[in-house]
């Protein structure tokens, strides 16, 4: 009880047992939820404002006052090279949130959760405000925006393997995957609010686009700082047990963890590597988040070229994107628990997914109404394995059966995953932003070669389940059972 936050002794006392117990799950989910809002509500703005920076003053949206006299761009991204230079800010995001990433997994597990995610939300809101600022004080260099986006990465990598290791030391695996898929929706909500909150200034002081979400962002690691729970025996509460091969949510009692030296010690990033799945999955995320991450960052602009629209119209569009994503990562939750195959489930989705491509970039600039629907499927298909795999699968292999109950794993498999997936997220943008140059064709064959390769990555662990789903059925957890299936294979 030692490490209860200050905010928490301040609320009214919840009554002992299992009503606190359920009390406090949904009080980490819901804060967690916003508390991960607000990192995708901090990125999401240069997205937006891309098609700001960079403006044809020719373009019928570009107002006569304009072309005449003020600036229908930003230096120094007025120029034929505009696109070169905005993905490189994407690939100096990025990168360093990739490698911040791995670093930020292997701190978590060795300080104050609670801390270290305050920490990460301030210093994110004060840099994403920082980048806005260029605006308000007629900043041009592009060195200034590229270390802000640098340090704004290395802040925003704290923010998913916290959220993840909170979850996961609250919640068993009994129905990860929907309770993760519903929960994994802030990424989709914090993208929307991003795109509304940033499209409300993008064609004026742009600055606001960027500043808003930061003080939004920084206030809410205040709120962290004073009322999250990272775990269970922090408000003497009961943590899930595992679940032992039977998809049950029982619980145990809080042990001391210090009185426990194999619980306690931390687990390094070589001996996770090397936890069944890891490897294979942070290959697959690697191209699936390239995907996904591409259309987070140049999706509005896409749409702005192919279509009529204003910068502000086309990214209230795009957050349709975001709107199928949240139903997809819903999807897939609930379907890889019904199975057990959460590989499969990633590689039936990826699939889909290549040809939705192909036919969103043929027909979604028909009309609205196609750009809508095939947006919505689009997002469906794009970021349900990315969400699956972030979450319900991050958390199962961090817990894993040969981690042999160790509890220090969580954030680090989390980190290992997630950081390599960032590092396809940065090269994503920048390939992007190089090869739209010859045609947005080219774009969405590079991202539907990309979507094949992912499934390649799983094919040997789909190849596993259903082998497992021969001898065990689809209803019984299938981790649990690969020993038995190398006994009789051997």
Not at 378 to 396: E, H, K, Q, R, W
């Amino acid at each position: 009880m030692g490490k209860e936050p200050i905010g928490i002794k301040l609320l009214p006392s919840v009554s002992r047992g299992p009503t606190r117990d359920v009390a406090y799950k949904i009080y980490i989910l819901v804060l967690t939820f916003f508390c991960y809002t607000c990192y995708h509500l901090s990125r999401k703005p240069i997205s937006i404002v891309k098609s700001r920076l960079y403006r044809n003053c020719s373009d019928p949206s570009v107002s006569s006052d304009e072309r005449n006299g003020t600036e229908c761009d930003w230096k120094p991204f007025d120029k034929s090279d505009a696109s070169a230079l905005l993905g490189g800010l994407d690939l100096a995001y990025l990168f360093a949130y990739a490698v911040g990433m791995f670093c930020s997994g292997h701190i978590a597990e060795r300080i104050s959760l609670r801390l270290f995610m305050s920490a990460g939300m301030i210093l994110t809101g004060v840099f994403t405000a920082a980048f806005g600022l260029g605006y308000f004080f007629n900043i041009h260099s592009f060195y200034y925006y590229v270390i802000v986006q640098i340090f704004g990465g290395l802040a925003q990598s704290t923010g998913w393997p916290s959220v993840v290791t909170c979850v996961g030391n609250w919640y068993g695996k009994g129905k990860r995957g929907l309770i993760m898929g519903i929960w994994n929706s802030h990424t989709s909500v914090g993208n929307i609010l991003g795109s509304i909150i940033a499209g409300a200034w993008v064609d004026g002081a742009w600055g606001w686009s960027f500043v808003v979400p930061g003080i939004i962002i920084a206030s809410m690691g205040v709120l962290v700082f004073l009322f999250l729970v990272p775990e269970p025996a922090d408000v003497g509460c009961t943590e899930p047990a595992s679940d032992q091969g039977k998809g049950n949510e029982e619980t145990q009692p809080i042990i001391n963890r210090d009185d426990n030296p194999k619980r306690s010690e931390a687990v390094s990033i070589w001996r996770a590597l090397f936890i069944p799945g890891v490897i294979e999955f942070s290959l697959c995320l690697f191209f699936a988040k390239l995907v996904s991450y591409t259309f987070l960052f140049w999706l509005p602009k896409y749409i702005s070229n192919k279509t009529s629209y204003s910068a502000e119209k086309a990214g209230d569009l795009s957050t349709l994107m975001d709107v199928g994503g949240i139903a997809g990562g819903i999807a897939a939750g609930m379907f890889s628990d019904y199975t057990r195959g959460k590989a499969t489930t990633c590689v039936v989705m990826l699939v889909l997914g290549a040809p939705m491509m192909f036919i969103y970039n043929e027909y979604g600039s028909i009309d609205y109404a196609h750009s809508v629907g095939l947006l919505l499927l689009l997002g469906f298909m794009v970021n349900g394995p990315y969400a699956l795999i972030t979450t319900a699968v991050s958390a199962d292999l961090g817990t894993h059966k040969s981690l042999k109950g160790n509890a220090k794993a969580l954030a680090t498999v989390t980190a290992i995953i997630d950081g390599t997936g960032s590092v396809g997220a940065a090269l994503g943008p920048l390939f992007a932003g190089v090869i739209s140059k010859t045609g947005w064709n080219n774009v969405f064959w590079m991202l539907i070669g990309c979507d094949i390769l992912a499934i390649v990555f799983l094919v040997r662990l789909v190849y596993k389940e259903i082998q497992l789903w021969k001898l065990f059925g689809c209803r019984e957890p299938l981790e649990d059972n690969n020993e038995e299936v190398t006994v009789q294979n051997r």
